[in-house]
């Protein structure tokens, strides 16, 4: 990433942080000092025509001490700038699009603190634009309603002061090192989120298959600088993918079995667990809605109940009949809000073993193309332990749950315990899904060869990531 090291002459702002909303004063200088102008606005603040530099504020400049600083001010000078006037400054740059970074993060600890945004063109030439006031100018590009506070160190908002001075005690850009915070001695930690326990309605159990493109070799370069040490000789691309709608509460609610064949594999399966999430949602809303059903022994026991049968605290007054909404039983005497909260989620989990290290790379190269929020949990910067799509879609790994092949799970499985594979397949054609066989993947190196009639010879099995052959059992 370039970042910008000195300020130059007045440049325009982007058009999308050109609104007055931003908070930004922009100077209009002809000549190199607009770090110097900009001090002089912070300090001498208009409320017309801020970015006018006017005979009142060259008189100004006596009140500032800039002696051996050279125009335009490097990032590197501003330690000194802050020393002699006694200020904290920061600096901030714009990648484009809404995204601010910080460059410069003050270490001084004065009274008097001014921002910057340091603005460049593409052609060289930077500029220092004053910064108003910064939680406006972060707030105005976020996605936020009511005003937040920001750590101008790693650019996490707060909804109050109070909470941002207790983010910095945490902060890691700030403390440099993971701040460790311990409980309080005699405390205890108990858990509140009780909707959480209530299993998911609808949970979408998928795979994918794909073929592997051969790239072509490219030719060593003769600097070895621009060597890479990692050799790229396959791609992965979906071909196809299989996927079960399954309900938790009645079987008859679960989906059919899905399948697709196809080059656009990834992008159609988006697609189709995006429609059954919205059917879940609607039987969610529509079916599971039933009335409470209790029995006058029932209604004895709620009156007598001392304890919340959610949280298990004291009642009191504040008391609720608690039923299923799925099958209309009474489940016991609750506090209203806890009764409010502990209802069926909307969230469909998509799982997939292994998600994390092989289906989700497929499944990022067409995300994209959904104009819906993406929020990640992840493990680095090429693998997720989880992540959502729009409100409904939650895809997770049954790998961090059951660290083991499916090989391995499936076997210690009787035929009775595959219920649902046992309804579609039945003979022979049970045993082969229900067990782990060979498959020529390099073979399949175009999609075209799905139409390939019998099995391919027996060197088409060849693994050159195993380095082996298939045996002759298999």
């Known amino acids: 990433m370039y970042k910008p090291l000195k300020g130059s002459s007045y440049i325009e702002l982007p058009k999308d942080i050109s609104n007055s909303k931003c908070g930004l004063i922009n100077m209009k200088n002809n000549d190199n000092l607009c770090f110097l102008w900009s001090h002089v606005r912070h300090l001498n603040p208009k409320a017309r025509r801020a970015t006018t530099i006017t005979q009142k504020d060259r008189e100004f400049i006596t009140n500032l001490d800039y002696n051996g600083i050279d125009f335009p001010v490097k990032i590197s ?3 000194r700038i802050e020393r002699k006037n006694s200020i904290s400054i920061s600096v901030f740059g714009y990648k484009g699009k809404k995204q601010f970074y910080p460059i ?3 270490k001084a600890k004065y009274e008097d603190h001014m921002e910057l945004l340091l603005l460049g063109d593409g052609k060289g030439n930077n500029h220092y634009v004053l910064i108003k006031d910064v939680n406006r100018m972060l707030f105005s590009v976020s996605k936020h309603t009511h005003k937040k506070h920001f750590c101008l160190h790693c650019l996490h908002s707060c909804v109050s002061e109070e909470v941002l001075e ?11 090192t993971q701040a460790v915070k311990l409980p309080k001695e005699g405390t205890k930690i108990k858990f509140k989120n009780h909707r959480n326990s209530i299993p998911v309605p609808f949970v979408i159990y998928a795979d994918f298959e794909s073929i592997l493109v051969p790239e072509e070799r490219k ?3 003769k600097n070895p600088q621009d060597e890479s040490s990692t050799d790229l000789y396959q791609t992965h691309k979906a071909c196809s993918f299989g996927l079960k709608t399954v309900c938790h509460y009645d079987d008859k609610y679960s989906g059919e079995y899905k399948s697709y064949v196809g080059e656009d594999a990834a992008l159609v399966f988006l697609k189709t667990v995006l429609k059954e999430s919205f059917r879940c949602r609607e039987m969610v ?4 809605k039933k009335k409470m059903v209790i029995t006058p022994k029932q209604e004895f026991e709620f009156q007598a109940a001392r304890n919340c049968s959610i949280c298990g605290n004291d009642l009191g007054e504040d008391r609720v009949r608690d039923h299923d909404h799925v099958t209309g039983m009474y489940r016991g005497a609750a506090h209203n809000i806890c009764n409010l909260k502990y209802r069926i989620t909307w969230k469909v989990p998509v799982v997939f073993h292994n998600l994390r290290g092989y289906d989700s790379h497929l499944i990022m190269q067409e995300i994209g193309k959904f104009k819906m929020n993406v929020n990640m949990i992840p493990n680095n910067m ?3 332990i989880s992540f959502s799509l729009g409100k409904n879609l939650v895809f997770i790994d049954s790998i961090q749950f059951m660290a083991s092949s499916l090989e391995a799970l499936v076997s210690n499985l009787s035929p009775e315990d595959f219920r649902i ?7 022979e054609d049970f045993n082969l899904v229900t067990q782990k066989g060979v498959f020529p993947y390099e073979f399949l190196d175009d999609i075209s060869k799905l139409n390939t009639e019998g099995l391919p010879s027996k060197d088409k099995f060849y693994s050159s990531l195993y380095e082996s052959e298939v045996k002759e059992e298999d």
């Open 77 to 79: 000078d501003i330690d």
């Open 104 to 106: 410069r993060n003050s």
């Open 166 to 176: 207790k983010h910095k005690e945490t902060c890691l850009e700030l403390n440099g």
């Open 219 to 221: 030719e060593k370069s």
């Open 285 to 288: 809303n529509n079916i599971f």
């Open 382 to 384: 090429e693998k997720y």
């Open 421 to 427: 594979v046992g309804k579609r397949w039945k003979g």
